[in-house]
């Protein structure tokens, strides 16, 4: 009798210990469960969650899936098309931006997940100029820019819905948003700008001619030129390429005249090469060649890509073309 007794008592005092763990084990669920719902900081809470405007951002691999858990942002961010949230991280003196003033800015835009869809650190770390009007960025940052100074920075959270209106592209969703960082660097009046612009155009100018001019004298070539662009050749060919071709086959190498270095080329093979889609320069010069013939263009920056950097050409770059021409069509 007494060992049944012992038994019993063992038996409860173990019943009693296992819910006394089942209940803190839920404890601890329910716990767990609170603390996923806690609201991201907003940008002033936790100033990481915002780009840094004078840093480049770094490219993501790939988005998430739209299922993943979303990224630290500001608790207003938007969830409705046109609301529009405007973080402003400086707040300098000086004239505000206005419609019809040129904004000498930094930009880089990504997704929610920070993917970078756009910068202007690529185009030489040099900020890029945007008039600011109506329809620039749909409209939608306008109201945030009519704040900013020169040196000011901001973050713009724009829905996705607003941008696209219904037509989302595949590297962000519906109902979610794209980050605009903006670093403003200056802000002149349109007259102001276009002024300063044709004074840099014509310094340009006079400096793409002086160097081709020596680049020939160097190498004792003989060209000519058509409407800015010069051209070399070196041998006749049959047929001349008419004014209607469209496209035309060349064997050629593409560099810089101030580098002398290759950046394209159809590695020895004739490549076929729509005429409208190349630089002007190109445009203006290839019709002076024959089918069968040799020769070079050498187009000055203004007729080329311009002060702009084009994947590793450099801004202001004079291009030389130097190829053989097969047939055109």
Do not use: W
């Not at 991201?40 to 998430?64: D, F, H, I, L």
């Not at 724009?158 to 595949?170: A, K």
């Not at 560099?255 to 002398?260: A, K, M, R, S, V």
Request: hydrophobic share 35%.
């Amino acid at each position: 009798m007494k060992t049944q007794f012992h038994f019993c008592y063992c038996l409860l005092l173990v019943l009693f210990i296992g819910l006394t763990a089942c209940n803190q084990t839920t404890e601890d669920t329910t716990d767990n469960q609170k603390s996923t719902n806690i609201q991201a900081p907003t940008a002033q809470q936790n100033p990481a969650s915002a780009t840094a405007p004078n840093q480049k951002t770094p490219s993501k691999a790939a988005n998430k899936p739209a299922s993943a858990n979303r990224p630290a942002m500001p608790a207003n961010t938007p969830a409705k098309k046109d609301q529009v949230v405007f973080v402003k991280h400086t707040n300098e003196d000086g004239p505000k931006a206005k419609i019809g003033d040129f904004l000498l800015m930094h930009l880089v835009y990504t997704t929610a997940f920070d993917s970078v869809i756009y910068s202007t650190y690529k185009n030489n770390d040099n900020p890029t100029p945007f008039r600011m009007e109506s329809k620039l960025f749909k409209g939608l940052l306008n109201n945030g820019l009519r704040e900013m100074a020169a040196g000011d920075s901001a973050t713009f959270y724009v829905p996705t819905d607003s941008l696209y209106d219904g037509n989302i592209p595949r590297f962000t969703t519906s109902n979610s948003f794209i980050k605009y960082t903006i670093a403003l660097k200056k802000i002149q009046s349109s007259e102001d700008y276009l002024q300063q612009e044709r004074k840099l155009a014509k310094e340009q100018y006079e400096i793409d001619d002086a160097l081709i001019e020596a680049y020939l004298k160097k190498y004792k070539l003989k060209a000519e030129k058509v409407n800015g662009a010069y051209y070399v050749i070196e041998k006749s060919g049959k047929i001349k390429i008419p004014k209607k071709a469209e496209k035309v086959n060349l064997n050629y190498t593409l560099q810089t005249l101030e580098l002398e270095k290759v950046f394209e080329s159809s590695n020895g093979e004739m490549k076929k090469m729509p005429i409208k889609s190349q630089v002007r320069g190109f445009q203006e010069a290839i019709y002076k060649f024959h089918q069968g013939g040799k020769g070079k263009i050498i187009i000055p920056s203004r007729l080329g890509y311009g002060k702009n950097k084009r994947k590793t050409i450099p801004g202001n770059s004079i291009l030389i073309y130097d190829f053989e021409v097969g047939s055109f069509e």
